[in-house]
C-alpha cells in the first residue's frame, strides 16, 4: 500500500462540456470510419447516449438559465430600479 497521504494529492482537472461534445464527435467520427469490432458496438452505443443525454442535459440547463436571467431582467425593469440598459 502506499504511505502517500491522498488529502495532500491535488483533484484531478474536470472535464468540460466541450470536452465531452469533442468525445461524442470522436466517437461518431471513428463508427462513421470503420474503426470499431462488431463486438464493441454495444458499449460504444452505451457510452456514446450518455455522451448524448449529457449533452442534452446542458443544453436544457443553459436555456433555462438563459431564461431565468431574461425573467430576472424584467422583473427588475418592473420595479423601475434597474434597467437592462444601466447594468451594461
Given at each position: 500500500?502506499?504511505?502517500?497521504?491522498?488529502?495532500?494529492?491535488?483533484?484531478?482537472?474536470?472535464?468540460?462540456?466541450?470536452?465531452?461534445?469533442?468525445?461524442?464527435?470522436?466517437?461518431?467520427?471513428?463508427?462513421?470510419?470503420?474503426?470499431?469490432?462488431?463486438?464493441?458496438?454495444?458499449?460504444?452505443?452505451?457510452?456514446?447516449d450518455k455522451l448524448?443525454?449529457?449533452?442534452?442535459?446542458?443544453?436544457?440547463l443553459e436555456e433555462?438559465?438563459?431564461?431565468?436571467?431574461?425573467?430576472?431582467?424584467?422583473?427588475?425593469?418592473?420595479?423601475?430600479?434597474?434597467?437592462?440598459?444601466?447594468?451594461?
Amino acid at each position: 500500500m502506499s504511505t502517500e497521504n491522498t488529502e495532500t494529492l491535488p483533484p484531478p482537472d474536470a472535464i468540460t462540456i466541450h470536452e465531452i461534445a469533442f468525445m461524442h464527435q470522436i466517437i461518431q467520427a471513428c463508427a462513421q470510419r470503420g474503426a470499431f469490432k462488431p463486438d464493441e458496438f454495444k458499449d460504444l452505443g452505451v457510452l456514446n447516449d450518455k455522451l448524448k443525454a449529457l449533452l442534452d442535459y446542458a443544453k436544457k440547463l443553459e436555456e433555462a438559465a438563459k431564461e431565468n436571467e431574461k425573467v430576472n431582467d424584467e422583473k427588475v425593469n418592473d420595479e423601475g430600479s434597474v434597467t437592462a440598459e444601466s447594468k451594461k
